[in-house]
């Protein structure tokens, strides 16, 4: 009987161990909205267009990622550059550019085959809405950033933030 | 030819004598990588891609330059042969910016495919590639990419070999080596877009398809081109239901694996603001007897076809059935021309035809395919100018010449740009067709020693007996023959006079003949032989065989020849003609009369247009109904050659298709024949109509197959009149120009700078006669209508004759001819 209160004080002490381990230990769960998690630089969120360090637009309209694309979700439609005025860097520059977030599977495929660097998927993960039309992205969703844009894309071909 | 047979990697293959390495390895699906060689084109061993080893030989070989050999041994594979390949992708990509995501060729590329198979994996070179000019117009319709280029001389030796023309060249030596045309002058002839489905890189590109679209974002639809009789195939390429690009679709028996400029940029009139989309009731002509108290505004085609169809049975009724009429049309398919037919014979009318000249159904001597032209060792061309008519033909009368050994015959009223291929070219004087004709089968006849009933004059010709009697040898002489005439060339009744002609030549023993009735049309043949005739049924019944008419189309068929096209036009301004319904013409413009038509057409209770672009014509009529034309049609139309093909829907359109519109309208007549799709038109015109029973759609397939010859009557021409005394006037030859700015080929077409001004060629004597030097203003005048023209002085036509290219809608120059069709003389007087 003996044993037994000694065998249960002791799984009880194991028990709460855990519990004031975990008291004093930085808690897991956030505050959010008020707090905002970070996450990982290579976390696959939104979808942005890059731009190139003139300001002109990375993309210039080749419709790889659109082909790669699994569920098929990216639209493109190119044009051609006025010299005089370029929108982008070489001949052709994508007129339209749609994504929709709501068939997107956030693969990263689009990223992957992206032969210029302009397509990232960043660390942006929130993408709730009452309408669903906001979630076709359109070029001017996907140029403009929450922040100013400081990304780079490093040997690895991943876009990592510049900090200053 | 004899046979041999070599080894290719361990496979046995055998191939004539004469065939490469390369195209022998194909056969035994053995892939050997080229840029340079085309099988049509042939042998250059520019890129030195295609090395191969051969046993017994030192080194390696190209084999595309290599003529197999009897028990060579080829190998492909291995050390010795990867190494060049190697080498030769590192040394081609040298300089080859890799611009692949910008590029239009990207996905479709000979380079990228070779490069990813055969290629290195890397580059061992160290410094900036070569700068070089990036986007250069060649013509308006080509632009060039000289970074690109890996000279590797395709587009030069098709422009030297196929067109024959050397638009293109390669201009300097070494580094600076560079594909250009002298003097920078724009590379612009008629089939100069075929050197970008040839360029094995993305060097040569469509600036009408630049950066559109990927070419993997396109749906491809294998289909036919409507722009003239050769009727080659071509593959069109939309996105989202938007028109992209045209590309050649090889398919020997048609088009050798070549389309003409016009082709593959002269299709924009599927998006031409032009366009009729809906069925609408325009207030003009009279309206008093067949008005419609309630149009159905805003109703689709199909509710309107159904008011329009009954209010014509009405004045069938009323006025008896010859006072309808229809005009069908020559660029239509098979089954709408069919479809027509049956439906204005159901009203009890043989008032139907589709065109302004004569002609009939049936040859006298084989119908041949355009592929028998290169097995022919005599062409003899009458009256045909195949460079601006069917452009595909000029290209492989060409390659006959140049290659096969065909000897070229002209027998013209104008100088060609085929004539410096010709052998032997007799010209006559314009507007003496019928003599010409007569006078080459009456000597034929008495070199055979028959007997004929009629005779001829050379002397209205201008023809020397001794052209005429070298001209009768060619013929006699010749083992294999093929005839070409332009039935729409020929004033009055000569088609009818050529077929005698043929009659006379396939009596000559010991020589094969056919011939190939080229009019320009799109389907002219088809419409023909769809019956689309005053008197004949489909399949060249004559009207006047009751029993066969009774039994194919019923007890009711009208058996009573009904009016040509002319006539009924004539009848319309008499006023015996109460209602025309015209479908996919433009009479006013393409039919000689000009003005009269016009009158005509206003004279008209009831005019009914099916078309689906604004004309001039659409403009007279009260009732317009839309029609979708190529690219949004499907059914089948036959070409020159007598060969059925799948004109397949490569757009859908807003409003129903013709076939299912005139399907309707039998509908509410009572006729009890379904269709639930256009193959089922093809199945019944496969039973009705003699010379299409092997015709099915799985027989059509992709590459088209030759109909049955479509048996003819032979109605005998008449007695060529004597012609009127000229009084200072001229005989006027139209002539056709491939790129005339008329409805297909708009001020917004790509082809626009191939617009030319309006001019008159005339003969130096009449010139002089008339008092006018190159470059005058002139007035021409003729049948009531006045036009103006500038002169070249440059003896295109004979001494008495002018002749005048049709270069727009607005020039009128068809509204100088006479209505009857007959040789018309024109006034020239300085401006």
Redesign the interface.
Known sequence: MLQATFAGVKNLLIGMGVTFRNMLSKPVTLQYPEVKRTMPTRYRGRHFLNRDEDGLERC?????C??NCPVGCIHV????NDPENPVSK???YAEVYEINLLRCIYCGYCEEAC??DAVVLREHYELADYDRDNYIMEKQDLLVYPEPNEFRVNVLGNTERVNK | MSDVTLTIDGKTVTVPKGTKVVDAAKQVEVDIPVFCYHEKIGPLGCCRMCLVEVEKMPKLMTACTMDVAPDMVVKTVGDKVEKAQKGVLEFTLLNHPLDCPVCDKGGECPLQDNTFKYGPPDTRMEFHRANNVKAAPLSPVITIDRERCIACQRCTAYSERIEQDRGLVMLNRGFHNEVNTFNNEPYDNRFSGNVIDICPVGALTNTDFRFKARTWDLENHDTLCANCGCNCNITLGTRLNEFMRIEARPNDAVDDGWICDKGRWGHHFMESKNKITAARENSVGKTEPTSFPNFPINAPAEQAAEKVIEIFKNIAEEHGPESIGFLGSPYATNEEGYLYQKLFRLLGTNNIDHKSYQDTPGLPIRHFDVEEIENSNIVLLIACDPTEELPILDLRIKKAVSRCGTKLLSLNDQDTALDKYAELKVKYKVGSEASAVDALAEGLARELGESIDFSSDLGPTGISDEDMKSLVEAVRSSMKICVVYNPAALSGDTSLRVKRLLSVIARIPTIECGAIPAAPATNAVGAVDMGLLPDFYPGGVPVSDSEKVKELWGENAPTKPGLSASEMIAKAKSGDLKALWIHRSNPVVDFPGGEQVVEALKNLDLLVVHDMLETETTQLAKIVLPSNGPGFDEGTTTNIGGRVQARRKALEANSIDDWKLIQVMLKKLGDESSYSRVAKVLNEISQKVPGYQEINSRFVGKQGCNREQVAGEEVSPGNVESAASSNGKLQLRVATYLFAHDKILDASSKLAYHFKPSSAFLNESDAGKIGVSNGDRVSISGNGTEMEAEVTIDNRCMEGGVVVPRISDEQGVNGLGNPDGSPAWVDIKKA
């Open positions: 210039v309209g080749c419709s790889l659109s082909i439609v190119a044009a051609e070489g001949e052709r032969p210029v």
